[in-house]
């Protein structure tokens, strides 16, 4: 439902993006590489891939204050 309510919301800005899963590395590697930010919007507990992997690129993070995520 609220995936549904956001992309209608800001299905007309420029300046913000948002993707359904994406499984293909080079593309994703390319976003990671040309993005300024990432926003980690899982809120369960727990080690996550994609945070793990954008650390690599060196960009800001906004996630869930959550003890592993700050481990991570």
Known sequence: MYKKKAHEKYKNTNNIFRHDAIYDNQYLSKMRFDSKAYVHGHQADGTNPSLVE?????KGINAFDCSSYRAT
């Open 54 to 58: 954008i650390l690599f690129f060196e």
